[in-house]
């Protein structure tokens, strides 16, 4: 299946600090979705991006959609503890194909 | 966007029983996904649910091991037949949100099988 490759891997950060990561794929896909899992709990959406060089935000978080169409940034700011989690990028080719996940990043926040 | 119930949450199972986990949707979505995540791991989508047709199902996976219902279009189940420990993963229920929301996820059911 399609391989999209998340990075960093894992984080671990001082509160208050701002994060970056992002997700590479060697394929073209229509549609970035940015999600974090919670430890017992399924994935929740944090923001969708529909366009290439699309940039949005939902609160602290801020995330683009890459020109090439093949890669997608999240940036956090100013840190906080419950932002602790796992990150997932997921891909989609076009309207009512599949997503394709990422490989996760895990962040810790240390206060 | 759309509220999902799955259960149950968590089960422990013994090797060579089956399991069925349920979906429940609080609106009518057309498409249904049924996605594995292993510990530790990625999410892999294992098939794809419409109302009124056969499942569609990825590569490495097989009606038979996962037989997928989906009755009407608020629900939907899969069950994970004749278990061994390496079925040990979180199932997930998923349906596209539409409307700039995206996929929507059920909370998961973790599944260990001893």
């Known amino acids: 299946g399609q391989q999209l490759n998340q990075s960093p891997q894992s984080m671990f950060i001082q509160e208050g600090e701002d994060v970056s990561m992002n997700c590479t794929s060697s394929?073209?896909?229509?549609?970035w979705l940015w999600y974090k899992q919670d430890p017992g709990e399924g994935p929740v959406l944090l923001i969708a991006?529909?366009?290439?060089?699309e940039l949005t935000s939902n609160g602290r978080l801020t995330a683009q959609f890459g020109t090439t169409r093949k890669d997608s940034f999240l940036n956090i700011s100013a840190s906080i503890p419950s932002d602790v989690g796992i990150y997932f990028c997921?891909?989609?080719?076009?309207?009512?194909?599949?997503?394709?996940f990422g490989t996760g990043t895990s962040l810790t926040v240390i206060p | 966007s759309a509220v999902i119930s799955q259960k149950p949450s968590r089960d422990i199972c013994q090797r060579g029983t089956s399991l069925t986990i349920q979906c429940q949707v609080d609106?009518?979505?057309?498409?249904m996904f049924w996605y594995r995540q292993q510990p530790g791991q990625s999410l892999t989508l294992i098939a794809t649910?419409?109302?009124?047709?056969?499942?569609?199902?990825e590569s490495g996976f097989v009606i038979d091991k996962f037989p997928i219902s989906r009755p009407n279009l608020t629900f939907s189940t899969l069950t994970v037949s004749n278990m061994s420990p390496e079925d040990s993963s979180i199932y997930l229920c998923?349906?596209?949100?539409?409307?700039?929301?995206?996929?929507?996820f059920g909370s998961g059911t973790r599944l260990t099988v001893v």
């Open positions: 998923s349906v596209d949100g539409r409307a700039n929301y995206g996929y929507t």
């Open positions: 394929s073209i896909f229509n549609t």
């Open positions: 991006l529909y366009k290439a060089g």
């Open positions: 997921a891909g989609q080719r076009g309207t009512g194909n599949q997503f394709y």
């Open positions: 609106s009518q979505v057309t498409m």
């Open positions: 649910a419409n109302q009124g047709s056969e499942a569609t199902y």
